[in-house]
């Protein structure tokens, strides 16, 4: 490799392609890489280490590309296996959210919390495996750094993008463990012997000491990968409960005293509330804010097995939410609450042990979404560092910006340094690193609102429908037609040309497009030459238009595609002015790269959306209408 392709390489090392300036399209360089070679003791210049690059050597391409290889600081040391990295997913989902799906089918009606179910199951598995396969499979992003859900939605949106998923994952992961600490007050106390609703100062001490001494250690981990042995011990204590539920909750003795199973099918259907059901359910099966974290640490990640990940994750979760919803739920009906553990009464050993077991869901769980809440964090304040670079090195205790210290490349004082060993972490405060401190901060930020309140009912429907509406839907929606915008436009233009190709001809007009600038007679996809795709959003808006494009909401389709698809080619641009490496010409088995996108994976992008939309906007203010009303305290009496 000759210096120049070298500084190209270095320069791509250093250039932050998720983050740059929209407006005039700047490289964006790390604030720890300083290009001035008379660094203070003759101290070499190192780059950040959040990308590693190497030039493969090919001696018909004298313009080899760089590979990627990730610092081992910035992603994963720890690979899991399938059968781990669907633990850890599986652990993400049945969380705080399964113990209240009961409470979700009283709220929107048991057929209709059943059907929701299964929707949400479906979207969730799609959603998973749509936003991983377009950030490390798609043909146009497989040679780029995208490593994080942020990541993927700044290439079509920019900052836009990023921040809408940060601000929601934070919103999902902050819900969701309030939750699990309000689980704990409710469980860990009661099996103590101290009632439901009294004794407030010793459960806020219980919760406290325990959560101090359990939860916060795990969620110091590094890495998702520590957390599969108790993500298992966590699947199997779920299971477990899901029996309990099933075998000792009272549904023969309630159904029968309203008039039997039929008449409960009958007058138990859909319910005005349905959105608050829909809001615990996006909650429950909502896992996409940690999707590429678990993805980041699968051994051998292709998008086969990551399928194989989602699927047999979202099938389990489903099963368990499914059994654990319909037999809580008929047991209690009307009485149910939100926790349906505190349907159960207090003495009994099965009640007893099964509080136990979700206790130990609940600590296990934990960490996962503290691990979520610490990176949208770290990436809003340190961008992304986790590990601070800088930190005491091993050999000789001096300070260095950076997070890995290795064998050095270059002369002089313009060095570089490639990975080879690891330096101690820093910039935390007191005894602790930022890694630690941040977690220890997110943990205090879900303890004080645990201490307050206690009810996990509103907690888990106002999360769901605004972080789970916008992260697990509107989220993978945008984020597809962005980075498929090219197409996309293409392919509404195409038939847009056909239609009125087919107006003028039939109107006898001159002019315009003539029959041959058609597509083929009798197929309507057949898209526009992708050379003229560079106006295709202009002559689509441009023309008349048939009344299928305002009712299908294209105008509001064309132009988020449009927006995706003009950031994304700056993207993508600037990757390519640094480093010479297309995505035609990028190293790799282009077998594993995604097909072109058909009709109907636009229309599931754009249900995505509005689906969305729809949850987000009914489901808060379903939520004022049930606190306003009073409706999910009416039958809350004696449950104990």
């Not at 994080?148 to 992961?173: H, Q, R, W």
């Not at 993500?231 to 023969?252: C, E, G, H, Q, R």
């Not at 979202?314 to 209690?332: D, E, H, K, M, P």
């Not at 101690?424 to 005894?431: A, Q, R």
Request: aromatic letters at 8%; glycine letters at 10%.
């Amino acid at each position: 490799m000759t210096t120049e392709e070298s500084d190209g390489a270095t320069k791509y090392h250093n250039m932050d392609f998720n983050y740059d300036n929209d407006d005039d399209y700047q490289q964006h360089q790390s604030p720890t890489n300083n290009n001035n070679s008379s660094s203070s003791g003759g101290a070499p210049t190192i780059r950040p280490a959040a990308l590693e690059t190497e030039a493969a050597t090919d001696n018909n391409n004298p313009r080899a590309a760089p590979t990627s290889k990730l610092s081992e600081l910035s992603l994963p040391k720890k690979k899991s296996s399938i059968l781990g990295a669907s633990s850890n997913l599986v652990n993400s989902i049945v969380g705080a959210g399964i113990i209240g799906i009961p409470y979700a089918l009283r709220m929107s009606g048991l057929w209709a919390g059943v059907l929701l179910l299964l929707l949400v199951a479906v979207l969730t598995d799609k959603s998973l495996r749509l936003l991983i396969e377009q950030a490390s499979f798609h043909p146009k992003l497989h040679h780029l750094p995208i490593h994080t859900f942020e990541d993927l939605a700044s290439y079509p949106y920019g900052k836009f993008g990023s921040a809408f998923v940060l601000f929601n994952m934070f919103i999902m992961a902050y819900g969701a463990m309030v939750a699990y600490l309000l689980i704990i007050k409710d469980t860990v106390p009661t099996v103590l012997g101290y009632q439901h609703g009294e004794n407030l100062l010793e459960r806020n001490l219980i919760l406290i000491i325990t959560s101090l001494f359990i939860m916060v250690p795990l969620s110091m981990q590094r890495d998702m990968a520590s957390l599969s042995c108790t993500s298992a011990i966590s699947v199997t204590a779920d299971m477990i409960l899901v029996v309990f539920v099933a075998v000792f909750s009272p549904v023969s003795e309630t159904v029968e005293e309203n008039g039997g199973f039929g008449s409960v099918l009958r007058n138990d259907g859909i319910n005005n509330t349905l959105f608050v059901g829909l809001g615990i359910l996006s909650t429950a099966m909502a896992c996409q804010h940690s999707a590429f974290i678990v993805a980041n640490s699968l051994e051998n990640k292709t998008a086969k097995r990551w399928s194989w990940v989602t699927k047999q994750s979202i099938g389990l979760s489903a099963v368990l939410c499914a059994i654990l919803g319909i037999s809580g739920y008929l047991g209690f009906l009307g009485e149910t609450q939100g926790d349906v553990l505190n349907n159960f009464p207090l003495g009994t050993v099965q009640a007893d042990g099964a509080r136990i077991l979700l206790a130990f869901t609940m600590f296990f769980t934990y960490p996962m979404e503290s691990f979520v809440a610490r990176h949208v964090l770290i990436m809003l304040i340190h961008n992304g560092d986790m590990d601070a670079r800088g930190g005491c090195t091993l050999e000789n205790e001096s300070r260095v910006e950076e997070e890995e210290l290795g064998d050095e490349v270059g002369d002089g004082d313009d060095l570089t340094v490639s990975t080879s060993r690891s330096i101690i972490e820093g910039g935390g405060l007191l005894c602790m690193n930022r890694r630690q401190t941040w977690t220890l901060l997110v943990y205090l930020s879900t303890l004080l609102p645990a201490l307050i309140f206690s009810d996990i009912g509103p907690v888990l429907s106002l999360t769901g429908a605004i972080g789970g509406g916008c992260i697990a839907y509107i989220g993978p929606g945008l984020v597809y037609l962005g980075v498929n915008g090219e197409d996309f436009l293409n392919s509404v233009l195409g038939r847009l040309e056909r239609w009125r190709g087919t107006k003028t001809v039939n109107s006898g007009g001159g002019g315009g497009v003539t029959e041959e600038d058609l597509p083929v007679d009798g197929d309507a996809s057949l898209e526009i030459d992708a050379s003229t795709s560079i106006d295709a959003y202009e002559r689509i808006v441009s023309g008349s238009k048939p009344l299928w494009y305002y009712l299908g909401l294209f105008p509001i389709w064309c132009a988020i595609a449009n927006r995706g698809a003009t950031h994304l080619k700056k993207k993508t641009d600037a990757a390519f002015a640094v480093t010479g490496v297309s995505a035609e010409s990028a190293p790799g088995d282009r077998s594993l790269l995604l097909p072109p996108p058909t009709k109907r994976d636009y229309s599931i992008a754009m249900f995505f959306v509005c689906f969305g939309v729809v949850s987000a906007i009914a489901g808060v203010m379903s939520n004022l209408y049930v606190q306003w009303n009073n409706l999910d305290e009416v039958d809350y009496g004696d449950g104990n």
